[in-house]
């Protein structure tokens, strides 16, 4: 039972290079979710999907595109690499969006030069 | 607005010396607050979900509980292994989205 899947786990981009980082879950939950992780500050969600099919900005959605490809597999796109999207990314899952708790993938740290 | 705000930043301890985390919040309604505790390199991993003033939990050497402004970790004897970070989140009626703390930064040395 591997729960939370992210892929890769280091990347090193340069501005303006495009990428997309990779979640799936094992676990049959509907809601899924993006976060970025920065120094001395909390998690901020960047996007969800509440439920296959649907997709919702987050608190910082700017510079980012996502796909709920199925109900397994959530991605991330950046479209144009800025340096102030260096940070460790982090995908989540939960049953439902309501109060049940969210299992979090390894993290991917990503760094824009 | 709403807020979350954790204290101290960091914390050592040594072994079996028992302390406690805080976790201030401000929400127009709490739906819930949640703790999670994350060891470095590693997404956090859920520990705690409570929902109303006066509510307490626990788990092994850990014991949370909830007034209405904030939430205290509670940490009994505490071990080497369990130095992590803690972080805070609430969730708000009026929106399902979290609302999560910087964390506190615990070491506990042997």
């Known amino acids: 039972n591997a729960g939370v899947t992210q892929t890769p786990k280091f990347q090193v981009l340069k501005t303006g290079q495009s990428m997309t980082l990779q979640c799936a879950q094992d676990m049959n939950h509907n809601s899924m979710y993006w976060y970025r992780q920065d120094p001395g500050m909390g998690l901020r969600l960047i996007y969800y999907s509440a439920s296959e099919g649907t997709t919702d900005k987050g608190e910082v959605p700017n510079g980012y595109n996502v796909s709920r490809l199925n109900k397994r597999e959530f991605s991330l796109r950046l479209e144009s690499a800025a340096p102030s999207q260096t940070s460790v990314y982090f995908c989540a899952s939960s049953e439902n969006r309501e109060l049940t708790e969210a299992f979090f993938g390894q993290g991917t740290r990503l760094t824009v030069v | ?110």
């Open chain 2, 1 to 110: 607005e709403d807020q979350v705000t954790q204290s101290p930043e960091a914390l050592r301890l040594q072994e079996g010396e028992s302390s406690s985390l805080n976790c201030s919040y401000t929400v127009s309604g709490l739906r819930g607050l949640f703790w999670y505790r994350q060891d470095p390199g590693k997404g956090p991993e859920f520990l705690f979900t409570l929902y109303s003033a006066g509510e307490e939990k626990e788990k092994e050497r850990l014991k949370a509980t909830l007034t209405k402004k904030e939430s205290f970790l509670h940490i009994t004897a505490p071990k080497p292994e369990d130095s992590a970070t803690y972080l805070c989140a609430v969730q708000a009626v009026s929106n399902y989205q979290l609302i999560w703390g910087a964390g506190t930064k615990l070491i506990i040395k042997p």
